[in-house]
């Protein structure tokens, strides 16, 4: 029904309106008595085959909902009844941020694929510790950028500020350093920057009461050396893990007539690389650390790929939006048929 009827209509409006009506429209109808447990009934697989413990975390399944889907952590209760087993909220900064200018957004329908240069938009990291503070179990990942104006020089201190703030409230962090569409992040990814910020979030999670996994999202368009530093980076700062991979500026192959507008690309045709990196990191590393897999996961056939590339868990997003809730269950039931 998604696919036949509620997307077409969606699909005809800016990109953006259809997020925030969508958002509203899930918070709305998850006020009716019964539509939560209507919706766990229908999305949900609930079986014991699917747990799995994963950088000291049990996930009641592997299947995610990435970062930049619930950025404010306004929805994220609701969105758990979709049958997710973990909701990461963010790009969270320090002080709020309206992100780049409108529009930007961009439907490659032809290419089931998104391109966004939003810009870690947000409302604060405080704005959304308030509403995580009503969290009634969904297992929580906290992804953390800094502000556009926060010279690199100074992030670290934006990291710490995020950290500190979400400590309490979230079940693990994500650093972004791999989003193209704040000025100059990317830059951060680079060893010697990278390996000095990571290790000071990390001093400081180790002199917690109990540490929190802390993992690193990286770009797909890091190069096989680029690669082979990010797991030397893990291993010296003993961080839990890596999320392969954020958005690229790759507009390889594309078919789209908006395939030039500038920002990141995520959906189908991220596949293939998302993968590859999965599979190099998985394989070179000899298996020394989990990795989330995303990037274009459209179908249950993706997801397998991408566990059987090397990844623990996965995260959907852009899948999400083109193929409908019912691509969690899908692949949650192609898990069990497997295992």
């Known amino acids: 029904m998604y696919k036949l009827l509620i997307r077409p209509i969606l699909f005809w409006f800016d990109p953006e309106k259809v997020h925030y009506f969508s958002f509203s429209f899930i918070k709305l109808i998850s006020k009716i008595p019964f539509v939560p447990a209507i919706l766990t009934s229908i999305y949900e697989v609930k079986d014991t085959g699917l747990e799995i413990e994963v950088f000291g975390l049990k996930f009641k399944n592997p299947v995610g909902l990435a970062a930049g889907f619930d950025k404010d952590a306004k929805c994220y209760q609701e969105l758990s009844n979709f049958g997710f087993g973990f909701i990461e909220i963010g790009t969270l900064t320090p002080k709020p941020q309206d992100g780049n200018p409108k529009k930007r957004l961009f439907r490659l329908k032809r290419d089931n694929a998104i391109i966004n240069r939003m810009g870690f938009n947000n409302g604060g990291v405080a704005a959304a510790v308030e509403r995580l503070k009503k969290n009634k179990g969904v297992l929580i990942g906290g992804n953390i950028g800094k502000n556009k104006l926060t010279p690199n020089e100074d992030a670290t201190s934006d990291y710490l ?27 951060l990814q680079e060893k010697k920057p990278l390996t000095k910020l990571l290790q000071t979030l990390q001093n400081e999670n180790n002199i917690k009461p109990k540490a929190k996994p802390i993992l690193l999202k990286i770009a797909p368009d890091l190069t096989d050396e680029q690669l082979l530093d990010i797991i030397d980076i893990v291993n010296e700062t003993k961080i839990a893990g890596v999320i392969a991979t954020n958005t690229t500026i790759s507009r390889e192959g594309l078919q789209s007539e908006n395939k030039a507008e500038i920002g990141g690309l995520s959906g189908k045709p991220l596949a293939k690389r998302s993968t590859e990196v999965i599979r190099f990191l998985s394989e070179k590393s000899n298996k020394a650390f989990p990795i989330i897999g995303v990037g274009g996961i459209h179908s249950a056939k993706d997801a397998l790929e991408k566990l059987e590339a090397g990844a623990s868990l996965l995260q959907l997003y852009t899948g999400f939006i083109y193929e409908g809730p019912k691509l969690v269950s899908d692949i949650n039931k192609a898990i069990l048929k497997k295992s």
């Open 161 to 187: 500020i995020c950290f500190e703030t979400l400590f309490e409230y979230v079940d693990y962090f994500v650093v972004n350093v791999s989003s193209p569409n704040t000025p100059n992040l990317r830059e």
